[in-house]
C-alpha cells in the first residue's frame, strides 16, 4: 500500500517497455499489457484517492531521497481525483480503440501503445510531482509523444499539424523552463513547498515576478488559452481518434490542474491577488477566449474540428473561475476541469463511433445517423446536453459555481460570456441534430427516404460510450458530495 503513489505512473511505464519489446514478437501481445499496466494504475489511483480522504496528503519520497534534494510526490486531494481521472479515462478508452487501432494506425498497433503508454505515464507523471523541474521533464515526455501520435494520424495533414504542434510546444516550455530557472536563481529550491515557504519573503522581488510571468505563458501556450491555441485544433483533428479522444479530455485539463497548483501551493493567492492585481486582466482574456472559441466553432463544417473549438470555450471557463479569486470560482474551476473532461470524452467517444462506420465526420456525412447509429447518437446527445449545461448532467453544475464566482466578484463579463458560449454550443449541437435527423442519408447521387438499417459501432465501443454518457448524469447529481468532499477541503 505505501508505493501505490509510484505504482500509479511506474506501471503504464514499465508496460510501454514490455509492449513495444512484445511488438517485435508478436504483435497482438501489446494491447493486453497495455491494458494491464493501466488497469493497475487506475486501481492503484482508486486506494490513493481514498488514503487521502481517509488520513490526508500523501508524501511519497522517490528512492528515499529527501525533500528538497529529492523528487517527491506529493498527493493531496486536488491531484489525487485528476489520478484517477487521468487513468479511468485512458484505461476506458484504451478498451473501446480495441476494434480501431489497426484501422486507424495502418497497422502500426504496436508502436501506437507504447506511445499511448507513455503520454499517459507523463500525463500522471506531472500530475503527481512536487518538483518544478520534474514536471517540466514529464510535461516534455508528454508532449514528445503527442507530436509523435499527431503524426500517426492523418498522412497528408497529420505530419505538418505535428510539426506545428512541436514549434508551438517548444516555445511553451521554454517559457515554462525559463521560469523553473529565475525561481530557482532566487530560491535554491526545485521543491514546490520548499519553494512557496521560501518565497513568502521574497515577494517583491523582481526575479520571482519574472519567474511568475514566464511560467503562466508557459502552461497558457500548453493548455491553449487563446490566442494561443493555434496548435490545438489541427493537431486534435487529423491525429487517430483513438488518441483524440484521449488527448482531447487530459491534455487541457491537466494543464489546468498545473496552473492551479502553481497558483495555490507555489505562489500562494496573497502574492497573486494582492500583491500582483492580475485577476481582472486574467478574467477579462478568458471572457474573450470563451466568446473566440464560441465564434471559431460557429465556422466549422467538420464536426471534430467544431468539437476542438469548443474546448477553446472550455479554457477560457477553467482559467477565469481559478483566477477570480474566491472560493466559488475556484470550486468551479476545480469541478469543471473534472466535469469537462468526462464531457469530451463522451462527445470523442461518440466521434470515434461514426468515423468507425462512415470514415468521415464532415457536417455534409452526417445525414440520417440518428437513423443507422442511434445508440451512439443518443450518447452523443448527452454529452451535447452537458456541454451546453442542461441539468441534472454535470456541466450545469460546474458552469453554475463559475457562475456564481463571476457574480460575487462582480465580472458580470465572464457570467454573461460563459452564458453567451452555451447558447453558442446550444446552436451548434442542435444544428448537427437536425442534420443527423431530419436530413435523409445520401446514397451516390440521390437520397434514401425509406427506413435506414441499423449499422452501429462495435459493441465494445457502444459499451464504453453509453457507461461515460450515463456517468455525465451520475457525476451531477453527486457534484454535491464532490465538492464537500474532495474540492472544499483541498482549499481550506
Request: net charge neutral; with cysteine.
Amino acid at each position: 500500500m505505501d508505493n501505490y503513489p509510484a505504482l500509479i505512473v511506474v506501471t503504464p511505464l514499465l508496460a510501454a517497455l514490455f509492449a513495444g519489446l512484445a511488438a517485435w514478437i508478436e504483435e497482438r501481445l501489446s494491447y493486453p499489457i497495455a491494458l494491464f499496466g493501466l488497469a493497475v494504475s487506475v486501481f492503484s489511483a482508486f486506494k490513493v484517492l481514498m488514503q487521502v480522504i481517509d488520513s490526508g496528503t500523501i508524501h511519497y519520497r522517490l528512492a528515499g531521497w529527501a525533500p528538497p534534494m529529492g523528487i517527491e510526490y506529493r498527493i493531496d486531494l486536488l491531484n489525487a481525483m485528476v489520478l484517477l481521472l487521468i487513468s479511468s479515462i485512458a484505461f476506458l478508452n484504451l478498451v473501446a480503440s480495441f476494434k480501431s487501432v489497426d484501422q486507424e494506425t495502418n497497422d502500426r498497433a504496436g508502436s501506437f501503445f507504447t506511445i499511448y503508454l507513455l503520454f499517459v505515464t507523463g500525463l500522471l507523471g506531472v500530475t503527481a510531482t512536487g518538483d518544478l523541474f520534474n514536471l517540466y521533464v514529464l510535461i516534455e515526455i508528454t508532449s514528445l509523444t503527442s507530436y509523435a501520435m499527431v503524426a500517426l494520424g492523418d498522412r497528408d495533414r497529420g505530419p505538418i499539424a505535428s510539426l506545428n504542434y512541436v514549434f508551438i510546444g517548444v516555445i511553451g516550455a521554454s517559457f515554462y523552463l525559463l521560469g523553473v530557472g529565475y525561481l530557482y536563481m532566487q530560491t535554491g529550491s526545485l521543491n514546490m513547498v520548499d519553494v512557496a515557504n521560501i518565497l513568502q519573503g521574497h515577494q517583491g522581488s523582481s526575479t520571482v515576478l519574472v519567474a511568475f510571468i514566464l511560467c503562466m505563458i508557459g502552461i497558457w501556450i500548453k493548455m491553449a488559452l487563446f490566442p494561443m491555441h493555434v496548435w490545438l485544433p489541427n493537431a486534435y483533428s487529423y491525429s487517430p481518434v483513438a488518441f483524440s479522444r484521449v488527448v482531447a479530455p487530459l491534455m487541457t485539463k491537466v494543464m489546468v490542474y498545473v496552473m492551479i497548483r502553481l497558483m495555490i501551493t507555489v505562489f500562494g493567492f496573497d502574492y497573486i491577488f494582492v500583491t500582483l492585481h492580475l485577476s481582472e486582466a486574467v478574467v477579462w482574456l478568458s471572457t474573450i477566449a470563451i466568446l473566440a472559441g464560441g465564434v471559431m466553432a460557429l465556422a466549422q463544417k467538420n464536426l471534430k474540428k467544431m468539437l476542438t473549438y469548443i474546448i477553446v470555450c472550455e479554457i477560457g471557463y477553467m482559467v477565469g473561475g481559478a483566477w477570480m479569486g474566491n472560493q466559488l470560482g475556484m470550486t468551479g474551476a476545480i469541478l469543471h476541469i473534472l466535469n469537462d473532461a468526462l464531457m469530451t470524452f463522451a462527445l470523442f467517444l461518440a466521434v470515434g463511433n461514426m468515423v468507425y462506420k462512415i470514415n468521415k465526420v464532415d457536417l455534409i456525412d452526417l445525414k440520417g445517423l440518428f437513423g443507422k447509429m442511434p445508440w451512439t447518437m443518443a450518447g452523443f446527445v448527452l454529452a451535447a446536453f452537458s456541454i451546453i449545461g442542461v441539468p441534472p448532467t454535470c456541466g450545469f453544475f460546474s458552469k453554475w459555481y463559475l457562475i456564481l464566482g463571476a457574480l460575487e466578484k462582480g465580472a458580470y463579463h465572464f457570467a454573461v460570456a460563459l452564458i453567451i458560449s452555451s447558447l453558442i454550443c446550444a446552436v451548434l449541437f442542435f444544428k448537427v441534430f437536425e442534420i443527423c435527423f431530419f436530413e435523409p442519408m445520401s446514397h451516390g447521387h440521390g437520397e434514401s427516404h425509406g427506413p435506414v438499417a441499423i449499422e452501429e459501432a462495435p459493441v465494445s465501443m457502444l459499451i464504453i460510450s453509453g457507461l461515460v454518457s450515463l456517468s455525465l448524469i451520475i457525476v451531477g447529481l453527486y457534484s454535491g458530495t464532490i465538492v464537500n468532499t474532495v474540492i472544499l477541503p483541498f482549499l481550506k
